[in-house]
C-alpha cells in the first residue's frame, strides 16, 4: 500500500528516510507548541518541513525521470531533488519506476560538503554499494511496506 499518491504516482517511503519524516514531524510538533507562531514559522526545521512537503508533491511528481533529478553513474538509477525549495547543502535521493508508477523516497542526505567522506554523495553511493536499497522493485518495496505497517504515515492532504 502506498504512503499516498499524487499525479499518478504511488510515493513510498523507504525506512531510512521514513524515520527522518517521522523525526522532523515530531520535531516539528513540539516547536509548534513551544516557539510563539513568528519564530514557529521561520525555524530551519519548519522550513524543511514545508520543502520536504513540496518538493514530494509538486516537484517529483511532476516528472520524477526529468534531467535535473538524474544522478550520474553509478547511481543512474537514482535521482535527487536539490534546490527547488529545499535548504542549501540538502539533498532528497530517490528512485522511480515508470511501470508501475511508483517513487520511493530513499533518504534526506546531508550536509552537502564536497571532498568530505561524509559529503551526501558520497555516503549515498556507499549506501547504494552496500546493498541498503535493493535493486529489485519488489524487495524495495517490500522493505518500504515493513517499515510503514505501523509507523506515522503522510496524509495527501496533511500540511506537515
Known sequence: ???????EWQIFFHPLFNQQWVNLRERVRILKNELPQEEFICH??????KALNIGIKEKITQD????HFVLQKPLQKYGRLKKMGLPER?????RAFKEPRIVIILWLGFPR???????CYQVFTKKVING????????LLAECDMENAGTDKQDENSDN
Open 1 to 7: 500500500m502506498p504512503t499516498f499518491s499524487i499525479n
Open 44 to 49: 530551519a526545521d519548519v522550513k524543511l518541513l
Open 64 to 67: 520524477p525521470f526529468a534531467s
Open 90 to 94: 540538502y539533498r532528497l535521493f530517490f
Open 113 to 119: 560538503k564536497e571532498g568530505d567522506k561524509n559529503d
Open 132 to 139: 541498503d536499497f535493493p535493486d529489485n522493485i519488489n524487495d
